[in-house]
């Protein structure tokens, strides 16, 4: 049994319900890699060395106290202390990541799945996380990682070199940071994306987008494709339910933009918390004025989890709702998430309508798509294709 002692202080309620389920390596990686894959020397160390580097973008205070400069929360930080992700800590007045290399959970999973669907339609990424994340949403469904410190939480060591061997070895074309949130692992991150580009993998980012500029500047240069979840559109649901802000996740949207980045927005619709009508209309507003209306925006069917359990799913004609809401605002590519079989799984090309990329739940069923282009019309659909 694990030593109550030890958990975070977001962790013990949760904990509590999660039981023995904890020492796995997450709920949805039970299964084990393709066999092609040797994971014989990928055991847990006895100790934490292979996992510890200096972390990146951070500022040496007096008193042996540091800041962290990685997302808008700006942690200081004192000696032997922790910032609030749980796996960045102070020791001695240098910051560490304890994160580096240290995989928690680990799948094939379709692109789709992520959702990214201008991006490689019908191939894989090799997907992985490590423990940790720099919000709390009440509605997390991989809370059983993303609450928990590293030591509290199975893993393996698969460092950056690894994952591309593993990339060839199960014929994916992309290394997939996600699950958890890929901001907190972020050296990790970096040094595996700029091992996998020049193998001729891509590696993209499935975030929530809370994190510095002067941190995203540098790590875009070494990604492929990004899909931010847009929580909400208001400040208080970022406060009351993501222990977040809202202003820094437009920045990086914005920030994305400017610098070319092909990116993909999620947004989970909860019934009554960020549902409304015109806060959707707003949002999507926003989109197309500052973004343009070429970004795919997914709206997601919420199930009960985590501290959230009392509200019912998401009702279909909210999301299909909010589909019209998008599309009246002039967005181009609109989906709907988590209701497998719906017409709005699919792409339909703006210029003549037809069907450019027909889906069913994370399989594709059509491709009218030649050179990026829709075979119908020949109008240029974007997004990255080959």
Not at 1 to 19: I, K, V
Not at 30 to 53: T, Y
Not at 96 to 104: D, E, I, K, N, Q
Request: hydrophobic share 35%.
């Amino acid at each position: 049994m694990m030593d109550r002692s030890t958990l975070s202080r977001r962790g013990f309620l949760s904990a509590s319900a999660a039981g023995c389920g904890l020492w796995s390596l997450s709920a949805f990686a039970q299964d084990p890699l393709p066999p092609a894959i040797d994971l014989s020397l990928d055991a847990s160390p006895k100790e934490d060395s292979l996992f510890v580097k200096e972390a990146m973008h951070y500022k040496k205070l007096d008193a042996l106290r540091v800041e962290c400069r990685l997302c808008p929360r700006r942690c200081q930080v004192a000696d032997q202390e922790r910032g609030y992700c749980g796996v960045r800590e102070n020791r001695g007045g240098t910051y560490f990541t304890l994160v580096h290399s240290r995989a928690c959970t680990y799948h094939v999973d379709p692109i789709e799945k992520k959702p990214l669907f201008h991006f490689l339609p019908g191939t894989n990424a090799f997907s992985i996380a490590t423990a940790g994340c720099n919000m709390e949403c009440k509605f997390c469904q991989n809370w059983n990682i993303s609450q928990f410190r590293p030591e509290q939480i199975r893993s393996l060591y698969l460092p950056p070199e690894r994952l591309v061997k593993a990339c060839g070895e199960t014929h994916s074309k992309s290394l997939a940071f996600t699950y958890s949130e890929p901001v907190v692992f972020y050296e990790y991150m970096f040094d595996a994306a700029a091992a996998a580009r020049p193998a001729g993998i891509r590696p993209v980012m499935i975030s929530n987008g809370y994190i510095e500029p002067e941190a995203m500047k540098p790590l875009a240069a070494h990604l492929s494709g990004v899909k931010i979840d847009l929580k909400a559109f208001t400040e208080k649901f970022y406060r009351d339910t993501c222990s977040g802000e809202l202003k820094p996740v437009l920045e990086t949207l914005r920030l994305l933009k400017s610098l070319g980045m092909w990116f993909e927005i999620v947004v989970l619709l909860v019934p009554t918390l960020n549902d409304g009508e015109e806060e959707i209309r707003q949002m999507c507003k926003w989109i197309a004025d500052e973004l343009g209306p070429d970004v795919p925006v997914h709206f997601s069917r919420y199930h009960p989890t985590y501290k959230i359990q009392n509200l019912p799913p998401t009702p279909e004609r909210t999301l299909v709702r909010a589909h019209e809401i998008a599309r009246q605002q002039g967005l181009h590519f609109v989906y709907l998430g988590n209701v497998p079989g719906h017409p709005a799984e699919s792409t339909y090309c703006p210029g003549c309508g037809e069907v450019v990329i027909g889906r069913y739940g994370y399989h594709i069923t059509q491709m009218n798509l030649q050179d990026g282009k829709c075979k119908k019309c020949g109008r240029a659909i974007p997004g990255v294709w080959s």
